[in-house]
């Protein structure tokens, strides 16, 4: 994936992440995002004790497959597996809505 791409992902993230995680819990919660290649994973952080690490819980993968991203949801024994009602489409920013409405209940806590 080319640089340009890259950074106006990274932008659409840094976005979402500003007003999805209000200023006042961000000392107790953290959203975050990593690429590895053409796979974008959005995780959660947590601060872990006694540590003074934070902790990550994935929440959702992105992966850019043929042209469009497919979401990917987290199993319990850790492998990621395609969401079937979530349709691959060429637009990022569809793909985030979707995970953000969560209409299945695999990404957020309710």
Not at 1 to 13: A, G, H, N, P, Q
Not at 20 to 39: C, F, I, M, Q, T
Request: some cysteine; hydrophobic content about 35%; overall charge negative.
């Amino acid at each position: 994936m080319d640089s340009f791409t890259v950074r106006r992902l990274e932008k659409i993230l840094d976005g979402y992440i500003e007003t999805k995680v209000p200023h006042g819990v961000r000392s107790s919660v953290r959203l975050a995002y990593e690429w590895d290649g053409n796979v974008l994973t959005l995780c959660e952080k947590r601060p872990a004790y006694p540590e003074r690490e934070w902790s990550r819980a994935d929440i959702a993968q992105f992966r850019l497959e043929a042209g469009s991203w497919r979401v990917y949801a987290k199993r319990e024994d850790g492998a990621f597996v395609p969401v079937p009602a979530i349709r691959p489409d060429s637009d990022f920013e569809r793909q985030l809505e979707q995970v953000e409405l969560d209409t299945e209940g695999l990404f957020w806590i309710s």
